[in-house]
């Protein structure tokens, strides 16, 4: 059974950090591209990160780049999130999901993944 479960969210103040993990089950995680997503009220998903199948290639939203960096252990079946000078429209539920590695693979589109944890929230604020 698939399971990929995310922790490490929290309320933090803006300019703080967090680190956000994945533990991956059930599928053999070094054939999947692994990403985070995330959600604020109101708002489609928003891709945020995504980690290539060996970890090798990292992509990052124009919103996140140069403040988050996503990496993974494939030994451990893990995907990280660090977050790094929060901003409040940072906001939102933040998802953990895998998908396989197609040649036409694209990294910020929900449809790529067919794998999702429950999400994990993460509160920027004051």
């Known amino acids: 059974q698939v399971q990929l479960v995310e922790s490490g969210g929290g309320l933090v103040q803006p300019g703080g950090s967090l680190r956000l993990t994945c533990v991956a089950s059930?599928?053999?995680?070094?054939?999947?591209?692994m990403a985070w997503f995330r959600q604020a009220p109101g708002k489609e998903p928003e891709g945020v990160a995504a980690?290539?199948?060996?970890?090798?290639?990292?992509y990052y939203s124009d919103s996140v780049k140069g403040r988050f960096t996503g990496s993974r252990d494939n030994a451990k079946t893990t995907l990280y999130l660090q977050m790094n000078s929060l901003k409040v429209e940072d906001t939102g539920m933040y998802y953990c999901?895998?998908?396989?590695?197609?040649?036409?693979?694209?990294?910020?589109?929900?449809?790529?993944?067919?794998?999702w944890g429950q999400g994990t929230q993460v509160t920027v604020s004051s």
């Open positions: 980690i290539s199948p060996d970890g090798d290639t990292a």
């Open positions: 999901a895998a998908g396989f590695a197609r040649w036409d693979f694209r990294a910020f589109e929900t449809d790529s993944y067919t794998e």
């Open positions: 059930g599928f053999t995680h070094s054939y999947y591209y």
